[in-house]
T-cell receptor, first 108, second 112 residues
Framework: GIQVEQSPPDLILQEGANSTLRCNFSDSVNNLQWFHQNPWGQLINLFYIPSGTKQNGRLSATTVATERYSLLYISSSQTTDSGVYFCAVGSNDYKLSFGAGTTVTVRA | ETGVTQSPTHLIKTRGQQVTLRCSSQSGHNTVSWYQQALGQGPQFIFQYYREEENGRGNFPPRFSGLQFPNYSSELNVNALELDDSALYLC???????????FGPGTRLTVL
């Protein structure tokens, strides 16, 4: 199956700081999603981005499919951004393969 | 538009018992996938159902089985529970298997 590596594993930020999370994957994909998992376990969709760049408020994402990586940018971080961020990828079999996640802690 | 719902929220079982978890897909979605998330790890794909047929399976033993109903809701059944089955079980629905997947709130299963 496709291997997914996320970095860094942990990130501690001061409120207002900017950050970049990275997702590397081992094979070509036709599905890539970024999720935020809240403390209660719910996975919240952030982006569906198998290629290109998207922005949603303070969050943006870029996927360079030919080089097999994706980046998630958090700008002007807030305490509510804390949680675990997952990258998940899929190919022709449609199942999503998840990375181990990046745990983000934003301090006031 | 109703999102993905799952029941129950929490469940405690003992080793050897059987459990059934339920999922209602988002309105208009005909594909449902199930994932297992152990503590501190990313979710692992169990299987996917498309129009009531299993459409792919991850590396899980046959005691993990499922169903999808004509209204596209789904069940996950686990027989002969083991301690390692303790996890958060997540259901996701999508229009097709390969587009955006929307997850429910999960069922937290504890096996004692």
């Amino acid at each position: 199956g496709i291997q997914v590596e996320q970095s860094p594993p942990d990130l501690i930020l001061q409120e207002g700081a900017n950050s970049t999370l990275r997702c590397n994957f081992s094979d070509s994909v036709n599905n890539l999603q970024w999720f935020h998992q809240n403390p209660w376990g719910q996975l919240i969709n952030l982006f569906y981005i198998p290629s290109g760049t998207k922005q949603n408020g303070r969050l943006s994402a870029t996927t360079v499919a030919t080089e097999r990586y994706s980046l998630l940018y958090i700008s002007s971080s807030q305490t509510t951004d804390s949680g675990v961020y997952f990258c998940a990828v899929g190919s022709n079999d449609y199942k999503l393969s998840f990375g181990a996640g990046t745990t983000v802690t934003v301090r006031a | 538009e109703t999102g993905v719902t799952q029941s129950p929220t929490h469940l405690i079982k003992t080793r050897g018992q059987q459990v059934t978890l339920r999922c209602s897909s988002q309105s208009g979605h005909n594909t449902v996938s199930w994932y297992q998330q152990a503590l501190g790890q990313g979710p692992q794909f169990i299987f996917q159902y498309y129009r009531e047929e299993e459409n792919g399976r991850g590396n899980f033993p046959p005691r993990f089985s499922g169903l999808q109903f004509p209204n596209y809701s789904s069940e996950l059944n686990v027989n002969a529970l083991e301690l390692d089955d303790s996890a958060l079980y997540l259901c996701a629905s999508s229009l097709t298997g390969g587009d955006t997947q929307y997850f429910g709130p999960g069922t937290r299963l504890t096996v004692l």
